[in-house]
């Protein structure tokens, strides 16, 4: 449980990563770019 946590991510994550975060219950994960730039790559 990473109940409180934050996690900082540079682009936007895999399904299966987001599944992780959900299930370790972290509070928030900021983007450092916008979704937007990271569909473009």
């Known amino acids: ?3 409180g946590c934050d ?3 540079n682009g936007a994550s895999c399904p299966m990563c987001m599944s992780a975060i959900y299930w370790a219950r972290i ?13 473009k790559q």
């Open 7 to 9: 996690l900082y991510v």
């Open 1 to 3: 449980m990473l109940k």
């Open 27 to 39: 509070n928030r994960v900021p983007l450092g770019t916008r979704l937007e730039d990271t569909i």
